[in-house]
């Protein structure tokens, strides 16, 4: 496969906001996991250097992915699939617990979470089947609803054992998003949208510890030495940002009030050390990045292409806006990290691929 670098044609409105969206999130990893990673590793740099180091390979990987010609992806996607089902396979068996789940595999010079790669895989197969959905072709378009169905049902069911339902709801919503996009005839979508979202529900219920979620975000605070310790404290932090924050590091509550604080809640720090200014700022940018992901989608040269970027830009966009609702306790809590924000290896890389090939369709893009 060659490799083709045209910066011309990319896009450079959704380039510069993919780089301000990194660097906006590095400044906040180092500031909300000085103190943390202090107490656990005597080093307040530490989680800041490895996202640094993270961020510069993401990069770099990125603009790789955005020299490779989309279409020519096409016959990894099911290599892909497969490698990360027998990952996820392994995840419960032999992966690393953290915080009561499975949903990492350790190896020597890293962690891996095997999601990451099932997300774009799984967007990547359903965009081939959709794109073939045609409005007087009811039969075929059954097919590849079904189709889509199957793969996201296999790693539904592996996304479940580890636990890792907040992954499997983001998936969903994507693919939604894909099929309505897809222009799956309204009489198909709605039964589908229907099963969807009672599956969705059926499964927030079917544990005791997602009914608990469920019920202790409608008052957190009735429970707030419990499970509702991490969104009371959330709110303490964005209460106390008020508009203009109380300034770049001087967060109280990542002082080890909210766990881990430059991973799934780090959004609270932000409006707690740059107040309602600093928030917009995040909500801006990623406002930028869904308008210049729909034009380049448009603009794309295949109906391929056009689902692809929109299932790529859901999946960034629908977790965005869930971290968002979950610190703001606007819905139930669960462990979904803030995209470019939040810490983390293979999950940051794995975003800047997916960034990497929006890039290259707009670079193919009509007009």
């Known amino acids: 496969m060659k490799l083709k670098f045209p910066f011309k044609r990319m896009d450079p409105i959704f380039l510069v906001t993919v780089l301000a969206l990194t660097v906006y999130g590095l400044i906040m990893v180092f500031s909300a996991s000085a103190p943390s990673a202090f107490y656990i590793h005597n080093d307040s740099m530490h989680f800041f250097k490895r996202q640094a180091m993270w961020a510069v390979v993401g990069v770099f990987v990125m603009f790789i992915v955005a020299a490779l010609d989309y279409k020519a992806l096409k016959k990894y996607a099911m290599p892909a699939y497969v490698i990360s089902m027998i990952l996820m396979l392994l995840v419960p068996i032999i992966g690393e617990t953290r915080n009561g789940a499975k949903r990492w595999l350790d190896f020597k010079f890293t962690t891996i979470q095997p999601s990451e790669i099932a997300k774009i895989a799984i967007i990547f197969m359903c965009a081939i089947m959709l794109s073939n959905i045609s409005e007087i072709k009811v039969k075929?378009?059954?097919?590849?609803?079904?189709?889509?169905?199957?793969?996201?049902?296999?790693?539904?069911?592996?996304l479940l054992l580890q636990p890792h339902f907040s992954a499997l709801l983001i998936i969903i919503m994507a693919v939604l998003v894909m099929m309505l996009v897809a222009g799956i005839p309204f009489r198909l979508f709605v039964p589908v949208g229907a099963v969807g979202i009672a599956a969705i529900f059926a499964l927030a219920m079917s544990q005791e510890y997602r009914r608990n979620r469920m019920f202790s975000f409608l008052d957190p605070f009735k429970d707030k030495m419990g499970d509702g310790w991490q969104v009371v404290q959330s709110l303490y932090a964005i209460g106390s940002g008020s508009f203009t924050g109380l300034g770049l590091g001087r967060s109280r509550q990542k002082f080890l009030y909210i766990p881990e604080p430059q991973n799934d809640f780090i959004f609270s720090i932000i409006c707690e050390e740059l107040g309602?200014?600093?928030?917009?700022?995040?909500?801006?940018?990623?406002?930028?990045?869904?308008?210049?992901?729909?034009?380049?989608?448009?603009?794309?040269?295949?109906?391929?292409?056009?689902?692809?970027?929109?299932?790529l830009i859901s999946l960034t966009i629908v977790q965005a806006l869930f971290n968002i609702a979950v610190t703001t306790s606007s819905v139930p809590p669960t462990g979904i990290p803030l995209p470019f924000f939040s810490a983390g290896g293979t999950s940051?890389?794995?975003?800047?691929?997916a960034m990497g090939i929006i890039l290259n369709i707009s670079t193919q893009g009509k007009g």
């Open 348 to 353: 940051f890389v794995f975003q800047m691929i």
């Open 140 to 158: 075929k378009n059954m097919h590849s609803i079904i189709g889509c169905g199957i793969i996201i049902g296999i790693a539904g069911g592996l």
């Open 276 to 311: 309602f200014i600093g928030a917009m700022l995040v909500i801006i940018l990623f406002a930028i990045l869904l308008w210049r992901a729909v034009k380049i989608a448009l603009k794309a040269p295949d109906r391929f292409g056009m689902i692809l970027a929109f299932g």
